[in-house]
């Protein structure tokens, strides 16, 4: 951009502190016992609807409006985020990749001749994927894998070695007995078609192996190092679908797909299967980058102290994309990540805004990472401020939904009060968090704790004379049940029992404007029913007093005299 410069807006103007707030996992859903919010006391955000269509109304969270490849894609919070804090649609990641394989540029790219120069070079070598396996379109998706290990197969892989995470958070849980038996098939496949010596190594659940994120906790990543690249777990099997079933008998309340404890194959002397060894090929098959970036800096960094990895074999690695592409990790990827520029956070920053930005470490990221187009860093460190209040550890989120929403609220109102910030930029993560756990009674406690961090939050900007924003990313609290999708009404299993929903949904989610600063004839634009998440940059950038870029998605407010 040449001039970085934003005209002021011709009628809203500068100095009222803007508090914006995204509810993670929050969206609009059927009105029953299985929409959490609904049945949750919501008395601030109940009051914020009766705004509408002036100051509330809906906007898009899915499919194509977040840039996925379908719109029966649900949201998430890397789509999400990336387009709040843009104010652009990127084609994301799915769909790059769909792309990059269904044309094969993928196995034409410099790094994919990188991995396969190890690969390929003798039949002792080993090409080790690593990665979620799951339909759920939010990390990873089978059929990539599926793709990947068969053009890996037919560019020269002899011996392939596949590590996965079990998912249960973006799919049912119970669906990794399916996925398992699925890739089987196609390991089957390989073995019969190519005379690839395909199998399952080791596997986890991704909550407890391998897949942290934000470096909360770097005890998962470990447990993963152990299992993928030492073939050492404290359970060992002769095959994957052994390993879900015994571990599931063994201790049903604990072992769900996304809590699995590490599990490695052995051969008959009870000897691993998959370690990864100096010259092997490593390929990391998650598209979405949050979670592999702990991973990718065991994999690649020469000085690492998270934890001791006990041997750091010489590999070559590549991910399935660049998961930062500010510190170019990894240095190898087989798919260019989406070029995310010219944020709201960039423009901000360099027309003098100050900002304050907070979440608990779980979804950290998502309001810093995420919102300025997967930069991990500050546009400006005199500008911008970025507090993270450390997640609890080694408590599930539904034994204590309400996480840190008092303190994420009280961090919220300080800064409001300081006048030291224009913009204060917070997520209550609980009603996605505590969602996923599939636990209904937990996320009704998680919404209430919501609405009053809310609450708290709407007394400071009430206070200091400002305005405030409360959007949501993607849909989850609103719907905890698995339900017929023509009919919309929960079903049953063959036992007569019910399907918890861990998963996000499509749903659209609220956006709400208001507070004493709020010039009185704004209002929500009529012309713009289709409007997504998309739309929220361009209007943060009006309610801060600016006239937004224009290659932004246009605004969504409007001023008439009052
Ligand atoms: C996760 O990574 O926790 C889920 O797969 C997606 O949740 P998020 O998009 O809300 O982070
Ligand atoms: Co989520």
Redesign the pocket.
């Known amino acids: 951009t040449s001039s970085w410069k934003l005209k002021p807006h011709p009628v809203l103007p500068r100095g009222k502190p803007l508090l914006v707030c995204i509810l ?2 929050w969206a609009e859903g059927i009105e029953d016992e299985f929409n959490a919010i609904h049945v949750a006391k919501t008395p601030t955000m109940d009051a914020l609807k009766a705004t509408a269509p002036e100051r509330w109304r809906l906007l898009k969270a899915h499919g194509s409006a977040v840039g996925l490849p379908s719109d029966s894609d649900m949201g ?3 789509v ?1 985020h990336n387009a709040l804090g843009a104010g652009k649609i990127y084609k994301q990641g799915a769909g790059l990749v769909d792309h990059a394989l269904s044309s094969g540029k993928l196995f034409q790219s410099p790094s994919f001749a990188y991995v396969k120069e190890a690969f390929s070079a003798s039949p002792n070598r080993t090409l080790h994927l690593i990665g979620l396996l799951s339909d ?1 379109g ?2 990873s998706r089978f059929d990539h894998l599926v793709k990947l290990m068969h053009g890996c197969a037919s560019h020269g892989a002899k011996r392939i070695r596949v590590h996965v995470l079990t998912d249960g ?2 799919v049912a849980d119970g669906t990794s007995f399916q996925f398992v038996e699925a890739l089987e098939k196609e390991l089957a496949q390989l073995a019969k078609k190519g005379g690839c010596d395909a199998r399952i190594a080791s596997g986890g659940g991704r909550m407890n192996v391998t ?1 942290d ?1 934000y470096e909360n906790d770097w005890r998962i990543v470990e447990r993963g190092w152990r299992a993928h690249i030492l073939g050492d777990a404290p359970h060992k099997f002769s095959s994957a679908l052994e390993a879900l079933k015994v571990l599931k008998e063994a201790d049903p309340s604990k072992c769900n797909d996304q809590y699995y404890p590490p599990w490695v194959i052995v051969d008959k002397e009870g000897q691993p299967i998959g370690r990864v060894g100096d010259g092997d090929a490593v390929i990391t098959f998650n598209f ?1 980058a ?2 592999m970036v702990m991973l990718s800096k065991a994999l690649e960094y020469d000085k690492f102290t998270h934890f001791d990895r006990t041997r750091f074999p010489k590999i070559r690695f590549a991910g399935m994309t660049q998961y930062d592409t500010e510190l170019k990790l990894p240095r190898h990827f087989l798919v260019t990540p989406p070029e995310i520029q010219g944020t709201s956070g960039e423009w901000l920053v360099r027309n003098g805004v100050r900002t304050f930005a907070c979440s608990e470490t779980v ?1 950290f990221g ?1 309001v810093t990472f995420y919102w300025n187009g997967n930069r991990s860093g500050k546009f400006d460190e005199k500008l911008e401020t970025y507090k993270e209040i450390p997640t609890d550890l080694d408590i599930q989120f539904n034994e204590k939904p309400r996480m840190k929403a008092d303190e994420i609220a009280a961090a919220a109102s300080n800064a409001i009060l300081s006048h030291k910030y224009d913009q204060v930029r917070i997520n209550f993560p609980n009603g ?2 505590v969602g ?1 756990t599939g636990d209904l009674k937990a996320t009704i406690l998680a919404c209430e704790a919501v609405d009053q961090g809310i609450k708290v939050c709407l007394g400071a900007v009430d206070q200091a004379g400002g305005i405030f924003l409360i959007t949501c ?2 849909g ?1 609290a609103e719907d905890m049940v698995k339900r017929d999708p023509k009919t919309g009404k929960p079903v049953r299993d063959a036992s007569g029992k019910l399907q918890p929903l861990t998963s ?1 949904t499509l749903a659209p989610v609220p956006i709400a404007i208001g507070g004493p600063g709020l010039h009185p004839g704004v209002r929500f634009r009529n012309d713009l029913p289709a409007a997504g998440l998309a739309n929220v940059a361009a209007t943060i950038i009006n309610l801060l007093g600016f006239e937004a870029p224009s290659d932004m998605e246009p605004t969504l407010i409007e001023v008439r005299p009052p």
Do not use: I, T
Request: charged share 45%; proline share 0%.
């Open positions: 993670d996992g998430n919070s890397e999400g759920g939010v990390h958070r973006d897949m994120r979405r949050d979670r979804k998502h996605d968090m996923h990313d993607h989850n996000h």
